[in-house]
């Protein structure tokens, strides 16, 4: 420091500009870190208005996240209406051509994980006129049938579930069996047409249909289509085997059909 103070000295007095000998030695000795404090400012100054870029920034990609939740829930609404209006449009099909038949509205609410046959849980019950084995439609095709029902809500039973038998009829040969299904078939998303005759003309691409006879289904909904036709060596008779027009599983709205009228 000495040096440096002596240094300064003699540097001010060769280039005496009037000012004092002690300002001189001043200004020569603190005039580096004079400029290293000004250019740590800047520095910092930078760096703080960077701070306050990042903070913007962070705040403006949360902005974007939530306006990215929101048009995910706006699509998903969109959907769910898409697919109600799709159901209604194939209920009033229904409906027009059978201006007996009484409904109840109803939407999904719960799937059971455990039970492989399909079945679900309906918002409408006993308050809506529901009753065991109501007939539960999509359109013209028959998706099941009431096994429980409360008060406001109520449990079907699929055509996938082995439990279920519904008379029915091949629409161009007019052949009349029953529908029903196994555990290996309805892994795999079908049922057949039983008890037809082993000589059967039955072929695939035909319409199975509910017959009417039995009292709990009305004539003319659809069960699936006929995908192929096998011998039943132990009865001497024939089994259509037959796959839903409907993907079951990814149904939200369906009706159930409360009263037929005079094909009741």
Do not use: W
């Amino acid at each position: 420091m000495l040096a440096v103070c002596l240094l300064g000295m003699f540097f001010a007095a060769v280039t005496n500009n009037g000012t004092s000998p002690l300002t001189s030695v001043a200004g020569v000795v603190f005039s580096p870190l004079q400029r290293l404090a000004s250019f740590a400012a800047d520095k910092f100054e930078n760096f703080s208005g960077a701070f306050v870029s990042a903070s913007e920034y962070r705040e403006r990609v949360k902005e974007l996240e939530n306006k990215v939740i929101e048009y995910q829930s706006q699509l998903v609404d969109y959907e769910k209406l898409k697919k109600k209006v799709e159901s209604y449009e194939n209920f009033l099909e229904v409906k027009n051509d059978n201006p007996d038949y009484k409904f109840a509205a109803a939407t999904v609410i719960g799937r059971d994980s455990a039970d492989v046959f399909g079945s679900f849980t309906l918002n409408a019950g006993t308050a809506d006129g529901v009753e065991v084995n109501d007939p539960v439609i999509y359109g013209e095709h028959l998706i099941g049938v009431v096994k429980e029902v409360n008060l406001t809500s109520c449990v079907v039973n699929t055509v996938l579930n082995p439990k279920v038998n519904i008379s029915a009829y091949e629409i161009r040969s007019g052949e009349i069996g029953y529908v029903n299904t196994n555990t290996t078939l309805s892994l795999k998303g079908r049922c057949m047409l039983s008890g037809l005759d082993g000589n059967s003309v039955v072929t695939s691409g035909g319409i199975v249909c509910t017959s009417g006879i039995g009292g709990i289904y009305p004539r003319g909904l659809i069960i699936g289509t006929v995908i192929t036709v096998e011998a039943d060596e132990a009865n001497v008779s024939s089994n259509a085997i037959i796959e839903p027009d409907i993907d079951i599983s990814t149904l939200q709205d369906v009706f159930i059909i409360t009263d037929f009228g005079e094909n009741e």
